[in-house]
């Protein structure tokens, strides 16, 4: 069974910051494409980040300029460093392996993010 394991969420103000982080397989994380999706009940899940085996990154344009996606490969793990945070980033946040633009595996748990005052 993949796993997929996401944490690093919380409750921050606006402004605020947070690094969720996503630690898979070693096999899944060297092989593929990785990406952050974000979900908000009565909403479909919104592609936020995805970086490649290579290094390269694409982001969607709500968080251009304010997020950052990173990884470790000795650690098998993804970051997602979110910086001038505001409530519309509110949501549960999940990461997963990629085919082109199709997740590879069912989502895990994710982590909640929460930007209130």
């Known amino acids: 069974q993949v796993q997929l394991v996401e944490s690093g969420g919380g409750l921050v103000q606006p402004g605020g910051s947070l690094r969720l982080s996503c630690v898979t397989s070693?096999?899944?994380?060297?092989?593929?494409?990785m990406a952050w999706y974000r979900h908000t009940p009565g909403k479909q899940r919104e592609f936020v980040a995805r970086?490649?085996?290579?290094?390269?990154?694409n982001y969607a344009d709500s968080v251009k300029g304010r997020f950052t996606i990173s990884k470790d490969e000795a650690k098998n793990t993804v970051f997602l460093q979110m910086t001038s945070l505001k409530p519309e980033d509110t949501a549960v946040y999940y990461c997963?392996?990629?085919?082109?633009?199709?997740?590879?595996?069912?989502w895990g748990q994710g982590t909640q993010v929460t930007v209130s005052q």
């Open positions: 070693k096999t899944i994380f060297s092989i593929n494409t």
């Open positions: 970086i490649s085996t290579r290094g390269s990154t």
């Open positions: 997963n392996a990629m085919s082109g633009a199709t997740p590879l595996f069912s």
